[in-house]
């Protein structure tokens, strides 16, 4: 603890404050402070959060916890998802949503978890950041006590705060995480859901029916079943207790323990026989068999985007996982924002779209210009793709061949999990939302099973982004398009050129013939696509240049076309 002291800038966020009306560091003089410097999406915040909950009990009448947000991620700069992380994290102390970093840089923070120390007196006394510091704390918090009672400037008792309401309404279901599929069963397959929020696990049947509730689980994520018939089991991660289960389905409430030696498992799979498990904390992956035998497949424990031999290759919070077409294990890697696979055989980690720590985005495209920004979600399609739940873009994407696409059902809010049905429509956990949805990515369009808050997510009007069915057509001819969108109040922008562009890519050579790019004036925009020869998608987008009273803006939409030329 540091024995020259300085004082401790005062609090100020453009965000405002969650859980109280208003709060300054003049107001808690006489008190300890503890500032926690977190993002919503690092799983080290989170586990720090946990930490703290210990330490905010043992002083709870002369220590005042105070989190400090100070996003990473464009979707962490909403206000209404740091209320919702808020509520899902279960946090009970007040925080300042600092969207610009103001606080952040007063205090000259450098990295998540940051957590400071305030004396009485509104000094500096510790800077400490990652987990595994509450020990180190409550050292320094007992020597500020008694320096204070020593001085007769402490002020015991809890602290009367004017708490604001950051309640969250959910329903039936609570910020579900993962969702799975029972695959191979003589009967019809079951639904798992991880209710994170109500700390259980359902097993329920298509229509919604809860068959099984499985509680006692502490913020459970990622599930997968194993097995069919009598011995179906299912697998499941407690994220929060640092848990991993084998739990039968038969009725007799037995739970083999995997492991508990990972930190914050997130996702679990069956891949060779063995259990595959996402340990998010650490940034590894681990198989483990029957007998609970640990094996790293990959990562190093440090954080960043490096391919490679397995051992020698560095995750960044891998968070979803699925099986490739080809064997492969794919996952994503929720902090670098990439999807990535490990060969079976060789074991070496590849990245197939991403590009480090601080790259994201929503762009479609090859490999190189795909981005994604937190997915947390992944599962294998009847054709091979890869569904991602692109988490913090609040949208659905699909992997085909070597591009990524974005599915066009709008109205997601940090969608966690993702499982394919045998019929080839998809369940994701609409976690924000607080339910489990059913899409149909052929038809754009999406409806909630009955477990969660029931109501349909469709295409807003004026926003033709639609997948259309397979169009079969001669090699060499031409496939007329029409685009289209509502500018609303705004009037197209002509200052840099014809306001409106057109371009059509595909996701195999050859599939089109020039020309690929188009300008226009006006709205609607039709177009003549010149087709060549096999078979894929063509996606065809229309940006628009407009300006309103208030600000000039890039509107854009899309359709996507599957082509079969014979």
């Known amino acids: 603890m540091s024995s020259v002291r300085v004082r401790a800038p005062e609090l100020d966020g453009e965000g405002g404050w969650i859980g109280v009306d208003d709060l300054s560091l003049a107001q808690l003089r006489g008190k300890v402070v503890l500032l926690d410097f977190w993002t919503l999406a690092c799983v080290n915040c989170q586990r720090v959060i946990e930490e703290l909950r210990g330490l905010e009990r043992r002083f709870a009448d002369v220590l005042v916890t105070v989190g400090v947000h100070s996003p990473k991620f464009p979707h962490e700069h909403d206000h209404g998802a740091v209320r919702a992380a808020v509520a899902r994290h279960r946090i009970e102390h007040p925080v300042l949503d600092d ?12 990295a998540w978890p940051t957590l400071v120390l305030i004396d009485v007196d509104g000094r500096v006394a510790l800077t400490v950041s990652g987990e595994g510091k509450a020990v180190q ?22 602290l009367e705060l004017d708490a604001a309401d950051a309640a969250q309404g959910t329903g039936e279901l609570a910020f579900p995480g993962k969702v799975a599929i029972e695959d191979g069963a ?31 689980l502490y913020q459970p994520q990622g599930v997968c079943f194993d097995g069919v018939g009598e011995t179906a089991a299912l697998l499941v991660c407690e994220t929060g207790a640092d848990r991993v289960w084998r739990i039968p389905l038969d009725g007799r409430g037995r739970r083999e323990l995997l492991t508990d030696q990972l930190r914050s498992p997130w996702d679990v799979i069956v891949w060779h026989g063995h259990a595959v498990i996402a340990e998010a904390g650490r940034h590894r992956l681990w198989a483990v068999d029957r007998a ?6 990959a990562g190093t424990g440090a954080e960043a985007l490096v391919d490679g031999p397995g051992l020698e290759a560095v995750l960044a919070q891998p968070s979803g996982l699925a099986l490739t077409a080809d064997g492969d294990l794919a996952f994503l890697d929720a902090e670098a924002s990439a999807l990535r696979v490990v060969r079976a055989g060789t074991f070496a980690v590849e990245t197939l779209a991403g590009a480090g720590l601080f790259a994201w985005g929503d762009d479609d495209g090859d490999g190189e210009r795909a981005r994604l920004q937190h997915p947390l979600g992944l599962a294998l399609g009847p054709g091979g793709e890869l569904y991602i739940a692109d988490t913090f873009n609040n949208v659905i994407r699909v992997w085909r061949g070597s591009h990524l696409w974005t599915v066009p059902v709008q109205g997601f809010v940090e969608p966690g999990g993702i499982a394919v049905l045998p019929d080839g429509r998809l369940l994701v956990a609409d976690t924000g939302n607080h339910r489990i949805v059913r899409v149909d990515p052929l038809r754009a369009r999406a409806v909630a099973l009955d477990v969660g808050r029931p ?33 609303g109040e705004d009037d197209l922008d002509p200052a840099s050129g014809p306001p409106i562009r057109v371009r059509a890519v595909a996701d195999v050579p050859g599939l089109l013939r020039e020309p690929t790019s188009w300008t226009a004036s006006a709205l609607p925009v039709s177009i003549d696509l010149a ?29 996507a076309y599957d082509v079969l030329l014979t």
Request: hydrophobic share 40%.
């Open 137 to 158: 704390l409550a050292g320094a918090i007992e020597a500020l006590v008694a320096e204070a009672e020593a001085a007769g400037t402490l002020r015991r008792g809890p």
């Open 186 to 216: 003589t009967r019809a397959p079951r639904v798992a859901i991880a209710d994170t929020g109500h700390d259980r696990v359902l097993i329920c049947s298509l229509g919604g029916e809860v068959e099984i509730e499985l509680d006692g």
């Open 531 to 559: 087709l060549g020869e096999g078979s894929g998608r063509v996606t065809v987008e229309l940006l628009a240049a407009t300006c309103g009273t208030d600000a000039c803006r890039l509107r854009r939409t899309q359709r």
């Open 292 to 297: 609970g035998e640990l094996q790293l497949l």
């Open 455 to 487: 109501s349909s997510v469709d295409t807003p009007a004026g926003q033709p982004a639609s997948v259309a069915g397979t169009i079969v057509q001669p090699a060499g001819s031409t496939l007329p398009v029409s685009l289209d969108l509502d500018p």
């Open 99 to 110: 969207p610009a970093m103001i606080t952040w840089d007063a205090y000259a923070i450098r």
